[in-house]
């Protein structure tokens, strides 16, 4: 019933475009999707595991760097958080001894036994270094989680479905920090961008369904104005336009042609 009346709407679109002189603009097929990776650390590129054209899922490997930089702080950041286990072990072992004597002492000669203060000494010493090795393993544990993270930036993955439409590296190049590495594309979310004259901004409305043709394939279907937005050249005196609509299963694709038809006396 939908697709029934979606249809209806179109003939009638378009019959008004040809028996009312409607409006006819052009426009191209854009993204609503455009992911820009980049790098924020320096270093090589160790691998690629993509190629221009290629259809990439979320969380798929995109490339791998090497950095030396990174190696080094890693190791370090293990170092430390093995080194302070190691010694927050030591200090629990420690108090449990000291305690274990304490209860000797005490089963022997009593609280006011042979070496009780000193026993006592002693265990708040161990107890103050148990509680500041904690402290440094927690610390060791949160560089060693921040390093997991920078990880993450030298092994880059797709953060959206998509195709990859730009690809700027190759085994072996050095990135920079900020350098535009890979863009990909949502080709499954398209818009029609669509540049109009002001003089008939008064004819259209957000929400205004129009009829939409994609003449590279032949393709008719109905569209939304999704948003009207002023161009950023005010010299222009142009408005931009996006128009929403369903590509289906057409193989549609960024930077296509299309036109939509405003009919006159909307």
Do not use: C
């Amino acid at each position: 019933m939908l697709k029934l009346k979606n249809t209806i709407l179109f003939i009638l679109l378009f019959g008004s475009t040809v028996y009312a002189g409607g409006i006819s603009l052009t426009g191209t097929i854009v993204s609503d999707g455009q992911k820009m990776i980049g790098s924020r650390y320096m270093g090589y590129v160790k691998k690629v595991y993509v190629k221009l054209g290629d259809k990439v899922k979320r969380e798929d490997d995109l490339y791998e760097m090497e950095s030396a930089e990174f190696d080094i702080m890693k190791t370090q950041a293990n170092l430390m958080l093995e080194q302070s286990q190691i010694a927050l072990e030591y200090w629990k072992d420690r108090l449990r001894v000291i305690n274990k004597k304490k209860e000797n002492v005490k089963k022997k000669y009593g609280m006011t036994g042979f070496g009780m203060d000193d026993l006592e000494g002693q265990i708040e010493t161990v107890k103050a270094m148990l509680e500041s090795t904690k402290i440094m393993v927690k610390h060791a544990a949160e560089q060693v989680k921040q390093m997991a993270i920078v990880f993450n930036y030298l092994k880059m993955k797709a953060p959206a479905d998509g195709v990859v439409v730009q690809k700027n590296i190759k085994v072996g190049d050095m990135v920079m920090p900020g350098m535009l590495t890979i863009m990909i594309v949502d080709t499954e979310h398209l818009e029609i961008d669509v540049s109009l004259p002001a003089g008939i901004i008064g004819k259209i409305h957000e929400g205004q369904r129009l009829a939409v043709e994609i003449p590279a394939i032949k393709y008719n279907t109905i569209g939304k104005i999704k948003a009207i937005i002023p161009d950023a050249n005010p010299m222009t005196h142009k408005i931009k336009m996006r128009v929403s609509f369903d590509k289906g299963k057409k193989n549609i694709f960024p930077g296509m042609y299309a036109k939509v038809i405003i009919p006159e006396g909307t």
